[in-house]
């Protein structure tokens, strides 16, 4: 059961499964212009492929030079407005569109695709942002059987992705509204940290895979490799799932522990970016300090600097970890477990392990 995508061993792995797929409109989601056409057929492979990534828990998106009002108008017409999140509609660049959709779900830009019937449009978008994939819409029947769109398993979490997403959107504009503090303690946030079962590694296997910004190492693991982990006395392996008042944020963080006689490790740490202001990443981190220093055992951490993962260093800082060791790739940190910082008020928080 190894992963094709999954590199093993706990090698890196740069090749990244699209998150968004982003459409163009015209001669594209349907067949006709907008604002010249008074009858705007969709085409059906289209819808189609929208449906088959939507269950596959790839997202989607709009960038189209059109009058925004009319083109949603027609999109909730004809019934799949909702589909897309963060659409961008209006007469600036299509660059400029997909980087400010990248922005809004927080993604990096190669984790997303770009279909455009017109050449033009295409190229300025990958001379702008060099590792989108565009695909020209004459072939979007096939975008379904490219590999980069085919997750190695599709979980609970994979189907939910896009409610989740819309719930994101729920409370930004929640957050718009209130202090920092004030809006954290407002959401009742419930976290749940617990060692992994068997039913918890085709997701863990996948935030491996997709999170690149808040993996501490970059490491991605197969599933197989996870359950020797979660069934080996040497290691823990820890997932978190978390909740608020507006729904299920579905599992957004894991950590792998290497428990020696003397010293633990922590081999990796990821978090879900959706989760990145809610400081959980901070209270898993509290949760294993604790452990640790319970079981009388120093405490390190493995951490590898890519080009996006400095908030996950900023995280093991403000968790009073140090430096202590570097090969320059991988950095060695050592934790001062006799100042631990307190749980935060905000969280009802539900431990278990390691």
Same mark, same amino acid.
């Given at each position: ?5 999954a ?24 067949d ?12 059906? +492979?289209?819808?189609?492929?929208? !449906? /088959?990534?939507?269950? $596959? ?5 709009? %960038? *189209?030079?059109?009058d @925004? ?15 897309f ?31 455009d ?22 072939h ?26 819309? +719930?994101?959107?729920?409370?930004? !504009? /929640?957050?718009?509204? $209130? ?5 954290? %303690? *407002?959401?009742d946030? @419930?976290?749940?940290?617990?060692p ?10 996948e ?33 978190a ?6 729904g ?51 405490? $390190? ?54």
């Amino acid at each position: 059961m190894s992963s094709p995508a999954a590199t093993g061993g706990g090698e890196r792995n740069d090749k990244l499964v699209v998150k968004c797929v982003v459409w163009d409109l015209d001669h594209t989601l349907w067949d006709g212009v907008l604002l010249e056409d008074r009858s705007i057929r969709l085409r059906p +492979a289209a819808v189609d492929v929208i !449906k /088959a990534l939507d269950e $596959r828990g790839i997202l989607h998106s709009i %960038a *189209s030079r059109n009058d @925004h009002d009319a083109a949603m108008a027609k999109l909730t017409e004809l019934g799949i407005a909702g589909y897309f999140l963060h659409p961008q509609i209006g007469w600036g660049t299509k660059s400029a569109a997909v980087g400010a959709i990248a922005r809004a779900l927080n993604i990096s830009l190669d984790a997303i695709a770009f279909v455009d019937d017109q050449p033009f449009e295409r190229d300025e978008v990958r001379f702008t942002h060099p590792t989108v994939r565009c695909i020209d819409a004459e072939h979007l029947a096939r975008i379904p059987e490219m590999q980069e769109m085919i997750p190695r398993f599709i979980t609970d979490d994979s189907r939910m992705r896009r409610a989740m997403y819309l +719930a994101d959107i729920e409370r930004q !504009k /929640a957050e718009e509204t $209130r202090a920092p503090d004030e809006f954290l %303690a *407002s959401l009742d946030m @419930h976290l749940v940290i617990a060692p992994a079962r068997e039913q918890d590694l085709m997701r863990a296997e996948e935030l491996t895979l997709r999170t690149n910004q808040l993996n501490a190492t970059g490491y991605t693991y197969s599933y197989d490799e996870l359950d020797t982990f979660r069934r080996s006395p040497n290691y823990e392996l820890l997932i978190a799932s978390l909740a608020d008042r507006y729904g299920s944020y579905g599992k957004i963080g894991l950590s792998l522990v290497e428990r020696g006689s003397a010293a633990w490790t922590i081999k990796l740490l990821v978090m879900s970016c959706r989760v990145m202001s809610r400081g959980v990443g901070t209270v898993m981190l509290n949760h294993i300090l604790r452990e640790a220093r319970r079981a009388g055992v120093a405490l $390190r951490a493995e951490f590898v600097a890519t080009d996006r993962n400095r908030a996950m260093y900023i995280a093991y800082k403000f968790a009073g970890f140090r430096e202590v060791e570097t090969d320059g790739r991988r950095a060695i940190l050592v934790a001062d477990l006799g100042k631990i910082p307190d749980f935060p008020p905000y969280m009802k928080i539900e431990l278990g392990g390691p």
